[in-house]
């Protein structure tokens, strides 16, 4: 059985990137059928993110609320799920109290 480098498109970024032989071969002997997705930089890609989700959370993809703001009383987002109890402030409020206050 021989092998013979093969060109694939990534289902995520559509570049065009080699399945070589070799892969091929390792792969085959790992028992999968399936040709690969996705390119060299996107698989590493998407461990990464699984990974980071894994253990605790990214900090980059975090949900945001919706909440108007205490202050000033313009829409705004924030970070956590705002409580009846506690103000919420925009980012230029919150900036200007936390200038003036414990932090
Ligand atoms: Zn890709
Ligand atoms: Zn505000």
């Known amino acids: ?3 013979t480098d093969k060109s694939l498109q990534c289902a995520d970024c ?3 990137f080699t399945f070589t032989a070799e892969e091929q071969e390792f792969h085959q002997s ?5 040709e690969p997705r996705r390119c060299q930089s996107c698989r590493q890609a998407r461990k990464t993110q699984r990974n980071s989700f894994g253990s605790g959370g990214s900090r980059y993809d975090r949900q945001m609320f919706p909440a108007v703001c205490a202050e000033c009383g313009i829409d705004t987002q924030v970070p956590f ?3 009846e109890d506690r103000p919420v402030y925009c980012s230029s409020c919150y900036n200007k109290t936390k200038g003036n206050s414990r932090w």
Do not use: A, H, I
């Open 14 to 16: 559509g570049v065009t």
């Open 30 to 34: 790992k028992g999968f059928t399936n």
């Open 81 to 83: 799920e705002p409580r």
């Open 1 to 3: 059985m021989s092998f």
